[in-house]
């Protein structure tokens, strides 16, 4: 069956870096597009990074532009997420996920990593 397990995670202070790694099994990350979400308790889920076309096509989403990087390693089947500059705002639960590239729906989903930013 499909996993993704998430690493990384951890405390930091601000401005703080950390680097989060999902493991896929089951599942070949570049037959479809991959993706990085977090959620804090009483919000919903936010998309973070996608990244797809073997790697070629990433990008992070506006509240995190410019300070996080998705990246990939097809040879490892694992998907990361550089997280630089951050921010106490940034406290969350990220989860790794496999998206359709049609429509970006989320197919599966990992347990999460917990990212907590704070002095």
């Known amino acids: 069956q499909v996993q993704l397990v998430e690493s990384g995670g951890g405390s930091v202070q601000p401005g703080g870096s950390l680097k989060l790694s999902c493991a896929v099994s089951?599942?070949?990350?570049?037959?479809?597009?991959m993706g990085w979400f977090r959620q804090v308790p009483g919000k919903e889920r936010e998309g973070v990074a996608r990244i797809y076309n073997l790697g070629r096509i990433a990008y992070a989403f506006d509240s995190v532009k410019g300070r996080f990087t998705v990246s990939q390693d097809n040879a490892a089947n694992t998907v990361s997420l550089q997280m630089n500059s951050l921010r106490p705002e940034d406290t969350a639960m990220y989860y790794c996920a496999v998206l359709s590239c049609s429509n970006w729906v989320t197919l599966y989903w990992g347990q999460g990593t917990q990212v907590t930013v704070s002095s």
């Open positions: 089951g599942y070949t990350i570049t037959s479809n597009c």
